[in-house]
């Protein structure tokens, strides 16, 4: 969905004030390295399972094989759990990627070892909501998870009422036994989850809410999704940091090891060559210039919609001025500290 002028000038102009030159640097001191990833990764994605349960026809699973069980190694987990630690981590770890995560029964022990290794992070779970009741939504709080991110699908054949959303939202309500309220119905049915632990949203979809939310076009992946030109920043690759469940690092969201068109942006394996959490946040240096700034974006970026910052004159001069290391922008980094490095919460 489009958000307003103001927001995408806001957003262009936070993230510009939080580029430094280290960004830019694969090598850096190990105590520096470290430092900077405290500073500035808000989100870890991960995934610890392959599998999901369906085939979304606007998911790349419905022609990439998810349906094969298979879980993360251990010893890349536990390389997680230690770079996790080592950092201190404070932002957002979420499970989520293309797998199901509460189709893992290990999971919940799995949260409690990150809340262990890292205690001041916040741990989110973006799910189908299959595999959920009542029962497992308490272990899962128990655990530390401190927001559910569901999303409801329902039949593509069917056109997407009011009607269908509704009766899917009142099926996982009763599976869930827990109330709410209606965030908003339209093009998407949201209803807020009322639970004392966690944040619970769940949207109710199909294709036709997806394409009508602008659908991501999954680095080339997606046919269906609309074709951007590229021409804004992204600064996914200086807050994230994503890793599939075999421990491939990526450079975004948006991409996968397991499709044989993203195959060369993958980053490294978790483990592989003494590649670790904060090596692999170093290695995005190499992804980081084209995306700091307005021009022309090339291979997964070129089409890619998501965060995709109006091209407007006060966005340019703003990413342009902005992104300049000089006195001025140092000062003014400085003086904005306590606004722009607020991680967000996701
Ligand atoms: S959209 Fe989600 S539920 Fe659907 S196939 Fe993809 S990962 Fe699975
Ligand atoms: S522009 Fe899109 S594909 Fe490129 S790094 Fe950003 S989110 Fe990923």
Redesign the pocket.
């Known amino acids: 969905m489009r958000r307003s002028s103001v927001t995408d000038t806001l957003a262009v102009v936070k993230n510009s004030l939080r580029i430094v030159p280290e960004h830019f640097e694969v090598d850096l001191p190990r105590s520096r390295a470290v430092q900077l990833f405290k500073e500035f990764v808000e989100l870890i994605e991960i995934e610890t399972t392959a599998y999901?349960?369906?085939?979304?026809s606007?998911?790349?699973?419905?022609f990439l094989d998810?349906r094969t069980i298979r879980f993360m190694p251990d010893d890349t987990w536990q390389a997680i759990l230690a770079g996790m630690r080592e950092v201190d981590y404070d932002g957002t770890v979420v499970w989520s990627?293309?797998?199901?995560p509460t189709s893992e029964k290990g999971i919940t022990e799995r949260i409690k070892q990150v809340k262990e290794a890292a205690p001041n992070c916040r741990v989110c779970i973006n799910t189908?909501g299959d595999y959920l009741n009542a029962g497992y939504l308490e272990q899962l709080a128990d655990a530390g998870v401190s927001r559910l991110w569901i999303?409801t699908?329902v039949d593509d054949m069917k056109e997407y009422t009011r009607e269908i959303a509704e009766k899917a939202n009142g099926k996982l309500l009763k599976r869930l036994k827990l109330e709410g309220e209606l965030v908003e119905s339209n093009p998407e049915y949201a209803y807020h989850i009322i639970h004392p632990r966690i944040e619970i949203t769940n949207h109710v979809r199909n294709v036709v809410t997806m394409i009508a939310n602008d659908l991501s076009d999954r680095g080339g992946l997606i046919s269906i999704a609309r074709k951007a030109i590229r021409n804004s920043p992204c600064y996914a690759v200086f807050k994230h940091l994503v890793v599939d469940w075999d421990g491939s690092v990526m450079p975004c969201c948006q991409v996968r090891s397991d499709s044989p068109k993203h195959k060369d942006v993958v980053l490294g394996r978790i483990g592989d060559g003494g590649l670790d959490l904060v090596t692999a946040y170093l290695q995005l240096a190499t992804w980081r210039e084209p995306l700091s700034s307005y021009g022309e974006k090339l291979g997964v970026c070129s089409t890619c919609n998501v965060s995709d910052y109006q091209t407007s004159l006060v966005n340019i001069t703003a990413s342009k001025l902005l992104t300049a290391n000089n006195a001025p922008v140092k000062a003014l980094r400085k003086f904005a500290g306590s606004i722009i490095n607020k991680k967000q919460r996701y």
């Open positions: 999901c349960n369906r085939t979304c606007f998911c790349p699973n419905s998810r990627r293309y797998s199901e189908n999303d699908y």
